[in-house]
């Protein structure tokens, strides 16, 4: 359900038109949802990019601080990590 509006009475409207139709109609339309939904944010698309991301950090040239110890907060130990 998707009401391009912040004004209560829209959101009202809205509700009670979809209230108002058969139940059929309402799984056909979350269906026809979800496909758009699943078309636009593949978990695997985004899961890659922030692969990506990690990446491109880790492989990043660090400089070292002035007194010479690089200190991570969190320490990298406390990072959970997990495969898709």
Same mark, same amino acid.
């Given at each position: =359900?998707?009401? !391009?509006? !912040?004004?209560? !009475? !829209? #959101?009202?409207?809205?509700? @009670?038109?979809? %209230?108002?139709?058969?139940?059929? &109609?309402?799984?056909?339309? /979350? =269906?026809?949802?979800? &496909?758009?939904?699943? +078309? +636009?944010?593949? #978990? +695997? +698309? ?9 990446? &491109?950090?880790?492989? @990043? $040239?660090?400089?070292?601080? $002035? ?5 991570? %907060? $969190? $320490?990298? /130990?406390?990072? @959970?990590?997990? %495969?898709?």
């Amino acid at each position: =359900m998707v009401v !391009d509006s !912040d004004l209560p !009475d !829209d #959101w009202a409207n809205r509700i @009670r038109e979809l %209230s108002e139709q058969k139940s059929e &109609e309402r799984h056909a339309n /979350a =269906m026809k949802l979800r &496909e758009q939904y699943e +078309k +636009k944010y593949s #978990w +695997k +698309k985004e899961c890659e990019k922030l692969e990506q991301i990690i990446l &491109e950090l880790v492989q @990043r $040239p660090q400089k070292a601080p $002035p007194d010479g110890h690089l200190t991570l %907060s $969190p $320490p990298v /130990a406390s990072y @959970r990590f997990y %495969s898709v």
